[in-house]
């Protein structure tokens, strides 16, 4: 970054006129590189760079979007990830979050795009409508896709914070009334951080973000584009109710006795075994639960399609195109069971069709065994 | 219909590997869908004893796990087979590639699946090896094996770190998610399971109206033909 141009406080500077101490500002260092699974010698890497980058001016677009990745995100378990990257220092447009409004805020955001053309982090919270021209969704006169291609144009990287940017979540599912679209499908020409999740777990936001900060580059990605440092896992494999599974002790329904005990949630639908995400390990708020910990199945918030892949409540999904209540079974079994009554059937019609041939066979076969010695 | 020869000679049709292929792959496919429907929808075995003494849900998958490297490594030594096997067991025999094997396709198709009789009963036409509609079956069941392979090594490949599962390993993100792909890997299931109902039937109708040995031919290799076909056969090679 060009310090000469930039004249403003490092992050460390900023934590510590905002009244944290120096053993805060080396918690919260720790607390990200072990997060982002980085080893020991590295935090004092990151440390080092907080101190001396300067402020990674940070664009925020909101677009058809509930917020829950904002909030998500400040509530964060260490407060500086909230406080001195989202609140204090970073943010240059936020339409939730910034104090400005309405003209002050646009005028922001141009200042912040001229003046760090190819510098900034574009964020990107909530998919783009494409139907009707975009009017679904449209933020100081112009539409979302206006905006998203206007912000995108000068940024050095967008991260697609949480399902909806990065995969289109509810308002994208069957029949996508206004064809919401997820970052990636429309900007193909800037790298994209995919961070799915309804919300995503804020610290992987914040440890998202402090990777570009510490490191000047884009975490590993996967073949999805998501973070593989949160991503590589599924929540199956990191589950404390793992070991009921490979018991085989499962839960039947929700109010019985196994339940109680505290036995697996795959009968009931837990999408677990599918879904890639750090909830097993880093859980949510402060780390105190999750939803496989409060007793509910995982329904796979961070994958993709995730509400048009059937039922929450049963394992098996319903196969397209055989009704609503046709699961993979159930057409399986009566394919099978009209096959084999096809089979009886061609018997039968063999037995008839072809008794010459049979018989022949049968008096050949008779008459040879008059000739047994 | 003419009173025909049933003076019968053994010939040697499936070659020893062509046998284990068989019998290989037969039980790798039940093991599979037994283990997968269990995998699928676990039954509900309910017992007092604790988690930590219990492992019956995770031997199962592994045995599924282990099949499936036994389908997967079978299945290419069959592939290898069928450029060094005879002219029943080579790749040829899979698709009715010329006219012959059109005309072939054609007459099985009227009078063993249609069940028409000839007006003049030829044994000529009496297919030694795998009939064509047999063979298409075939070609049929090798596309299931690859669909399973690819989407089953794919959501395999996460818990793995030997090098052949994570050849699938863009599998997954190839179809949209984990979730779409454990679909199609349990959908077809049921394809194997039908498969499996057609191809017993039919091997069992052969063996009853035919009675040339369709049957025993998988465990000894032996069919039973006519004599006069054997002498067309060699006219033709000479």
């Known amino acids: 970054m060009n310090a000469a141009k930039n004249k403003q406080d490092t992050y460390y500077e900023s934590i510590i006129k905002n009244g944290f101490s120096r053993r805060d500002f080396m918690t919260f260092t720790a607390f990200m590189a072990a997060y982002m699974g980085y080893e020991t010698s590295s935090i004092a890497q990151i440390a080092n760079a907080l101190k001396t980058t300067p402020r990674l001016p940070i664009i925020w677009e909101h677009y058809q979007e509930c917020t829950c990745c904002s909030e998500s995100f400040i509530r964060t378990d260490h407060p500086i990830a909230a406080n001195i990257i989202l609140d204090k220092v970073s943010l240059d447009y936020t339409l939730t979050l910034m104090a400005a409004s309405g003209h002050q805020a646009e005028a922001a955001k141009k200042a912040t795009m001229e003046k760090y053309k190819g510098e900034y982090i574009l964020c990107v919270e909530g998919s783009v409508p494409l139907g009707e021209e975009g009017v679904f969704c449209c933020i100081a006169g112009k539409t979302a896709l206006e905006q998203l291609k206007e912000a995108a144009a000068g940024a050095k990287a967008i991260i697609a914070w949480g399902s909806c940017a990065s995969n289109g979540c509810v308002q994208s599912s069957k029949p996508n009334p206004t064809n919401a679209t997820p970052i990636h499908k429309i900007i193909t020409d800037k790298p994209i951080i995919r961070v799915p999740g309804c919300p995503p777990i804020g610290e992987v936001m914040a440890g998202v973000i402090v990777h570009v900060i510490a490191f000047g580059k884009l975490p590993e990605l996967d073949r999805q584009g998501r973070p593989k440092a949160f991503y590589a896992k599924r929540v199956h494999d990191s589950c404390y109710r793992r070991p009921y599974f490979d018991a085989g002790l499962f839960v039947e329904e929700f109010d019985d006795e196994n339940a109680k005990k505290g036995y697996c949630l795959y009968k009931v639908g837990c999408k677990g075994p599918v879904t890639y995400n750090s909830c097993g390990t880093m859980k949510w708020n402060n780390g105190v639960s999750y939803p496989i910990q409060s007793g509910h199945g995982c329904f796979g918030c961070s994958e993709d399609n995730f509400w048009d892949n059937g039922p929450i409540y049963e394992r098996l999904t319903n196969v397209p195109g055989f009704g609503i209540e046709a699961n993979a079974d159930k057409v399986g079994m009566v394919a099978a069971g009209v096959v084999a009554g096809a089979a009886v059937g061609h018997a039968i019609a063999s037995k008839m069709s072809k008794r010459k041939e049979l018989k022949e066979r049968i008096v050949s076969g008779k008459d040879l065994e008059k000739q047994v010695e | ?238």
């Not at chain 2, 019968?8 to 790798?28: D, G, M, Q, S, T």
């Not at chain 2, 045995?63 to 499936?68: D, G, L, M």
């Not at chain 2, 399973?148 to 179809?175: C, E, H, M, R």
């Not at chain 2, 049921?190 to 025993?216: C, K, N, P, Q």
Request: hydrophobic share 45%; no cysteine; net charge positive.
């Open chain 2, 1 to 238: 219909m003419t009173t025909i020869s049933h003076d019968f000679k053994r010939v040697f049709v499936w070659e020893a590997p062509v046998r284990l292929f068989h019998w290989i792959n037969v039980l790798a496919i039940l093991t599979l869908a037994a283990t997968g429907i269990i995998i699928g929808n676990p039954p509900a075995i309910m017992s007092g004893a604790e988690a930590t003494n219990q492992y019956w849900f995770g031997i199962n998958r592994y045995i599924h796990f282990i099949s499936a490297y036994i389908l997967t490594f079978n299945m290419l030594y069959r592939m290898f087979w069928s450029y060094m096997g005879n002219k029943y067991a080579n790749w040829k025999q899979f698709f009715p590639y010329n006219k012959k094997g059109i005309k072939n396709t054609l007459f099985v198709l009227k009078h063993h699946v249609l069940l028409q009789n000839e007006k003049v009963y030829d044994f000529r036409k009496n297919i030694i090896g795998h009939n064509p509609i047999a063979a298409i079956s075939y070609s049929l069941l090798f596309i299931l094996m690859l669909i399973q392979i690819f989407t089953g090594f794919g959501l395999y490949a996460d818990n793995s770190t030997w090098f052949f599962p994570k050849l699938f390993a863009w599998v997954p993100s190839f179809l949209g998610g984990d979730m779409n792909t454990r679909l199609i890997h349990h959908i077809t299931t049921w394809g194997f399971i039908i498969f499996t109902i057609i191809h017993v039937y039919l091997a069992m109708w052969h063996d009853w109206l035919e009675g040339r040995g369709e049957i025993s031919s998988m465990f000894g290799g032996y069919k039973f033909i006519r004599k006069e076909r054997l002498k067309k056969e060699e006219e033709k090679n000479d």
